[in-house]
């Protein structure tokens, strides 16, 4: 479905009703919080799953039958992770970051795998470019940086491969950029690049991607990919990645006593684990397969919110019988503006004639709408903007759980911002 599709009024109904402050500030003030790129709106239940657990004292490594429960909790988790990427095997690593992850995963490839070169992109996440530039540099290998395509806002399949060749220890690619929303091709991505060199490591940042749609690594032979909790409805201060069998042996930090493939180090947090569990548990609940496996629920929950975010991104570029859309108000630019909606997840990058992007921002927030600005002078916008020509924007990122009714309002302001 190309133009996405909405979820019925049960599902929307929901949606709405499963967030914590999905439309007022903490004061009781209306909002809109299309801001969910930056940090999503909170799942009632895994932040009580969270808060409830986290009050219990018990350390998981114990006997008794409360220790043993909350282990068993780690364990689902973990099995939970593997249902998102749909992998089986390897290890699972964490941390207080999805950041600090890569940076691990990162180092341990480049560090040990000898080689020439380092290929990744222009639009990563400061925690991959800035890991593959750092870590190729202290071990004397080359960066090669693919650029980004004006159109899409994402990288091309040929202009990230042809960077690898024999020599390329690792790829370190994003799965979609948190400024313009774009999907990079992944599947080809991959097949390609072991095409050229079958034995390349290849790590995948899904922070931006995970909380939007289905993701499949199962054939993909990828050996680290990792994601952030508190941007797929979760809580802050917890990392998760899931790495390969090969990259969870190669060397790195561990307890000298614990398996090979082991990348913990402290104790759990079973409290955090959970909460990915509760998670998972809201996405299947839209699964109307009752009897499905955890796989088959997670797809169909989540194929039908990645649908009704692509009817979301329909109606902000088209707009509704009431307002125009984004690509018809005199006085807006959609950047990036790929009409293919099926290789773009639910982020506008957008521009005022009239304002800057702080302006604009500062103006969207005066009326009870939340947007970012990603500007120049910010470590975490300035490669990318630069790649497409740009000193800044005003990034627009909702959620599933918001509905026609919030599209049009943001529409409405939109319109009155252009004539300031």
């Known amino acids: 479905m190309k133009y996405g599709k909405l979820l019925n009024e049960a599902d929307m109904a929901k949606a709405r009703d499963a967030f914590y402050l999905l439309d007022k500030n903490p004061d009781g003030t209306p909002r809109i919080f299309f801001e969910n790129a930056g940090g999503s709106l909170r799942l009632k239940a895994a932040a009580d799953c969270f808060h409830k657990l986290d009050m219990i004292p018990d350390c998981d490594g114990r006997k008794h039958p409360l220790a043993v429960e909350l282990k068993n909790l780690v364990h689902k ?73 004006m159109l899409t806002g994402g990288c091309e399949v040929d202009a ?64 680290g ?27 790195h930090a561990r307890l000298t006593q614990k398996p090979e493939n082991f990348w913990g180090l402290g104790s759990d947090a079973p ?12 996405v299947c609940s839209f699964a109307d397969n009752k009897n499905g496996t955890r796989r088959e629920q997670f797809v169909e929950g989540m194929t039908k919110l990645e649908l009704q975010e692509r009817a979301l991104l329909h109606y902000m570029l088209e707009g509704t019988a009431n307002v125009p859309g984004l690509r018809h108000i005199e006085g807006v630019t959609v950047y990036n503006d790929n009409p293919d909606l099926t290789r773009r997840d639910l982020i506008l990058a957008i521009g005022f004639d009239n304002l800057t992007p702080t302006q604009a921002t500062a103006e969207y927030v005066k009326r009870g709408i939340v947007v970012f600005d990603r500007v120049d002078t910010s470590l975490y916008s300035v490669r990318m903007l630069h790649s497409f020509g740009l000193k800044g924007i005003v990034r627009v990122s909702p959620l599933h759980c918001h509905n026609l009714d919030d599209v049009e309002t943001y529409l409405k302001v939109t319109q009155e911002l252009t004539k300031l």
């Open 77 to 149: 988790a973990e099995d939970d992770v593997r249902v998102i990427f749909n992998v089986k095997g390897g290890s699972i690593a964490t941390g207080l970051t999805a950041s600090q992850l890569m940076f691990s995963m990162v180092e341990t490839v480049v560090k040990n795998i000898p080689s020439t070169n380092v290929v990744t992109t222009v639009l990563e996440h400061p925690s991959s470019y800035d890991s593959s530039e750092h870590f190729a540099a202290t071990t004397g290998k080359e960066l090669r940086v693919a650029p980004s395509d």
């Open 160 to 223: 990230i491969c042809d960077l690898i060749d024999e020599n390329t220890c690792l790829l370190n690619v994003m799965y979609a950029s948190n400024i313009s929303g774009a999907i990079m091709d992944i599947p080809a991505i991959v097949k390609k690049a072991r095409s050229i060199k079958p034995d390349i490591y290849i790590t995948v940042d899904a922070v931006q991607h995970a909380p939007h749609a289905v993701m499949d690594l199962s054939e993909l032979d990828i050996d």
């Open 225 to 251: 990919v990792n994601f952030a909790p508190y941007k797929f409805f979760g809580v802050r201060g917890f990392g998760v990645a899931w790495l390969s069998d090969r990259l969870s042996v190669l060397p």
């Open 271 to 282: 409290a955090q684990y959970a909460m990915i569990s509760s998670i998972l548990d809201y």
